[in-house]
């Protein structure tokens, strides 16, 4: 068994919910905050045997985008002329990102 976990975009979480629920895939949603965008995106929780990890990865695959966002540079202090310039910069954000890890044991009581 494996523990996937993948972070998506909010826009997503959604249809990607109703597909785990769908197709029959255990999972347990976490609202969270990007490090780097300081955005709130969702990251799913599952424990999956084996043989289906593929076709949960396939899944995640088909209902998350890839998207640009824009966001403010953060502003520099060094008190230079152009220090209080802030400017816009494009992020390319990715559907999933996803870690797959190893379950020692599957305990429910
Ligand atoms: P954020 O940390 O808000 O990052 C959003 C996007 O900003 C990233 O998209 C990446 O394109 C860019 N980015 C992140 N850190 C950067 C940096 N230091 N310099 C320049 N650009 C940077 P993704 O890579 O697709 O990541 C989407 C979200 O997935 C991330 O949101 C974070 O919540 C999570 N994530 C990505 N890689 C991770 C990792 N290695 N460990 C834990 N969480 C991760």
Redesign the pocket.
Known sequence: MKLIVS?VQNQDSKRLADQFVEKGVRATKLS????????G?TTFLMGVEDRKVDDVLELIKENCS?RS?TMMSSPSYDFTLESDLTYPIN????GA?IFVLPIDQFLQF
């Open positions: 972070i969270s905050t990007g490090g780097f965008l300081r955005a995106n890839t966002q992020v390319e954000v990715g990102t």
